[in-house]
């Protein structure tokens, strides 16, 4: 009955677009339960939301004052590391920010924790540090990376540029560009220059999955699988023969 948030799929990629502006934005409203019913039916291998007002930013806005950041961080980001999203994207800020992969931090940025909310503190480059690396398919809290992306068409003035939760953060025009090949999610900041500033990767174990909640099983899960199957069987037929 509304076309103020949806979702659709793209190859392997569930997109989820919500509106953090006019909807009600309470936990238990319409949105958000739609959100949860939305991410437990899906099959796919790749979570991407998508909204106005970034979780985490400091540039022309600030997420620790204004509301409508701070109710989709509060509110919304839980469902959605509950269901294992893996990429958010949001504008408003004219900036563009990146986090590290992290997860649980839903207060403002003087509550941030390294410990607690870094799953991974590279820099997720595989000619850096590595890539952010998903252990399962739509796994809790298994880490999402959150971007800013507010500079395609503006700069303004910032915040100061420093939320604890970004690795990168500059006041330069360009645009995100992102590539999903099977389990490897690419993700560029790409300059109006043609020059790439900012580039990460994301990867998971795709191989096996396709319903949900359940983990992308590797050879060690499967052979547990098969192991604890016969295990059973043998359970069955020592009681039968009882």
Same mark, same amino acid.
């Given at each position: @009955?509304?076309?103020?948030?949806?979702?659709?799929?793209?190859?392997?990629?569930?997109?989820?677009?919500?509106?953090?502006?006019?909807?009600?934005?309470?936990?238990?409203?319409?949105?958000?339960?739609? %959100?949860?019913?939305?991410?437990?039916?899906?099959? +796919?291998?790749?979570?991407?939301?998508?909204?106005?007002?970034? #979780?985490?930013? $400091?540039?022309?806005?600030?997420?620790?004052?204004?509301?409508?950041?701070?109710?989709?961080?509060?509110?919304?980001? #839980?469902?959605?590391?509950?269901?294992?999203?893996?990429?958010?994207?949001?504008?408003?800020?004219?900036?563009?920010?990146?986090?590290?992969?992290?997860?649980?931090?839903?207060? %403002?940025? =003087?509550?941030?924790?390294?410990?607690?909310?870094?799953?991974?503190?590279?820099? !997720?480059?595989?000619? @850096?540090? !590595?890539?952010?690396?998903?252990?399962?398919? $739509?796994?809790? +809290?298994?880490?999402?990376?959150?971007?800013?992306? @507010?500079?395609? =068409? +503006? &700069?303004?003035?910032?915040?100061?540029?420093?939320?604890?939760?970004?690795?990168?953060?500059?006041?330069?025009?360009?645009?995100?560009?992102?590539?999903?090949?099977?389990?490897?999610?690419?993700?560029?900041?790409?300059?109006?220059?043609? *020059?790439?500033?900012?580039?990460?990767? /994301?990867? $998971?174990?795709?191989?096996?999955?396709?319903?949900? =909640?359940?983990?992308?099983?590797?050879?060690?899960? &499967?052979? &547990?699988?098969?192991?604890? /199957? &016969? %295990?059973?069987?043998?359970?069955?037929?020592?009681?039968? *023969? $009882?």
């Amino acid at each position: @009955g509304t076309e103020a948030y949806y979702s659709f799929d793209y190859g392997n990629v569930h997109f989820v677009c919500l509106d953090s502006y006019d909807t009600d934005r309470a936990t238990g409203g319409a949105m958000l339960t739609w %959100l949860e019913s939305d991410l437990a039916a899906t099959a +796919q291998d790749w979570i991407i939301a998508f909204w106005h007002h970034p #979780p985490y930013t $400091k540039g022309s806005h600030n997420s620790d004052t204004e509301i409508e950041h701070m109710e989709m961080r509060a509110n919304a980001l #839980p469902i959605l590391e509950d269901y294992g999203v893996d990429l958010t994207l949001g504008g408003h800020s004219h900036v563009y920010e990146r986090t590290f992969l992290i997860a649980g931090h839903y207060g %403002l940025s =003087g509550t941030w924790n390294e410990a607690e909310h870094i799953v991974d503190g590279g820099n !997720g480059r595989t000619d @850096g540090d !590595g890539a952010y690396f998903k252990r399962f398919f $739509k796994a809790p +809290q298994d880490g999402a990376v959150h971007i800013t992306a @507010g500079s395609g =068409g +503006q &700069l303004s003035s910032s915040h100061g540029l420093n939320h604890p939760a970004h690795f990168y953060a500059v006041r330069e025009r360009g645009s995100i560009v992102i590539d999903v090949n099977g389990g490897t999610m690419e993700v560029k900041f790409l300059r109006e220059t043609g *020059a790439v500033d900012d580039y990460f990767t /994301l990867t $998971k174990d795709v191989s096996v999955g396709g319903l949900p =909640g359940l983990p992308a099983a590797g050879p060690f899960t &499967l052979l &547990l699988g098969i192991v604890s /199957l &016969l %295990l059973c069987g043998v359970a069955f037929v020592y009681r039968r *023969a $009882k």
